[in-house]
Structures are given as C-alpha cells and as structure tokens.
C-alpha cells in the first residue's frame, strides 16, 4: 500500500466517524493556533501570511473549494497529512520567523479540525 492510498483511508474513515462525537471547541482551537495565521479567522485566505506564500492561501469558502470538499470530504484532513504543495507551509512559516510547536495530531484532532473547517466553509455564501 502506499502513502496517498492510506492518508485516503484514514481521511475517509474520519468523515465518516460520527461528527456528533467531534469536539467543535478543540477543532477551532487547532484551527486558530495552526491555521488561522494563513487561513484567516474566516477561512477565505486572509490571514496575515496569506499573501506571503507562493502560491498565495486558497479562499476555502469559494465554489470551487466547496465544490471539492463536497465531492472529496476527506481533503482537508488528506491536504494536512500529504502536503500536496510540498513545504510550502513550513517554509512560509520559516520565512516570516514564525515558530508553531510541533503537534502530535490525533484522529480526534483531525475530526475536530475537519468538522469546523467543514461548518464554516458551509456557513459561507
């Protein structure tokens, strides 16, 4: 098996854990303290190193990305293990001397994550 064929799996048995046992106060908790410096406190790529990495931080609230979660509901979750854009977030970070501890993610942290990320996303218009 290799890497992207499991991150798949375990990003598809997450969204399909009962989001009724997420805890919505630990998802925005990682998402304000991970996230949000890039992503914004709105999700759409407005935080204040949004623009200094390249390519610049995705809008998640667009058509576009709604249209991806809907049809892959596991993209969040695979987007943090796999790192589709390579080191591009460790490097953005580096650059601007910003310094996250490390974090030991748990299945409860992506679920957690991935429902707020997803109730937000839906929120918007």
């Not at 998802?27 to 303290?33: E, F, H, S, T, W």
């Not at 790529?45 to 200094?52: F, H, M, Q, V």
């Amino acid at each position: 098996m290799n890497v992207v064929f499991i991150a798949s799996l375990a990003a598809l048995s997450l969204v399909q854990t009962s989001l009724s046992f997420a805890d919505n106060a630990n998802g925005k908790n990682l998402y304000v303290q991970r996230c949000s410096m890039c992503h914004g406190t709105d999700i759409k790529g407005t935080g204040p190193l949004a623009n200094k990495s390249n390519p610049p931080t995705p809008d998640l609230t667009s058509a576009t990305f709604k249209k991806r979660l809907h049809d892959y509901p596991g993209v969040i979750v695979s987007s943090i293990i796999l790192r589709p854009n390579g080191d591009l977030i460790p490097r953005t970070l580096r650059e601007n001397g910003v310094k996250l501890v490390p974090h030991a993610w748990s299945v409860n942290d992506f679920r957690d994550l991935n429902q707020y990320m997803s109730g937000v996303i839906s929120r918007t218009r």
